[in-house]
């Protein structure tokens, strides 16, 4: 009996200690929580900040060595605004910044399909490094937003020439 005790009280801890090893691990890599970890035990880390238009932004680990590149597609990319391509035209902006001696300064700042068009060597990322990727949305001119107001004008232009003729009949 006590070995029977003895054994099913050793697999409860053996299996209890298997399943909350691996609930952390699920945890840290697919949590909505704003904590992501890219690294393997063992492995030198930096956590960076990444913040903005981004669709995943969090605090992030990663693997030292890891560049500004890896951490953007890590995050996701530019999040989508919603915003139909065709009616609008959005520039994104990827801003670097690090402590300095005086404080935060941006050390990287670039438009992100200038990073991506060409083949510039991109920083590496160090601790407390902060990503800020921010999008800019401009309307597209269209039917709306050209003709309608200037056909606006006009038809108001030709009343008041009609207004003022009848006046003086």
């Known amino acids: 009996m006590k070995k029977i005790l003895l054994a099913v009280g050793f697999a409860v801890v053996i299996f ?8 952390v691990l699920d945890y840290s890599r697919a949590s909505n929580a704003a904590y992501f970890n890219y690294t393997r035990t063992g492995d030198v880390s930096v956590i960076v900040n990444i913040w903005g238009t981004i669709r995943h ?9 890891s560049n500004l590149g890896d951490a953007i597609s890590l995050a996701g990319g530019p999040s989508d605004t919603g915003e139909r391509p065709d009616e ?25 399909s200038q990073i ?39 038809a108001t232009g030709l009343l008041i020439i009609l207004r003022i003729a009848e006046f003086y009949r």
């Open 57 to 65: 932004p969090g605090r992030y680990e990663l693997t030292r060595g």
């Open 88 to 112: 609008f035209d959005r520039i994104i902006t990827v801003s670097l910044s690090r402590k300095g001696i005086t404080g935060r300064e941006v050390i990287f700042q670039s438009e992100l």
């Open 116 to 154: 991506v068009e060409s083949n510039m060597s991109l920083p590496a990322l160090l601790d407390d490094d902060v990503l800020y990727i921010n999008t800019v949305s401009t309307s597209k001119p269209n039917f709306r937003s050209v003709y309608l107001p200037a056909m606006n004008l006009v």
């Open 16 to 23: 209890e200690g298997l399943s909350a090893q691996a609930t």
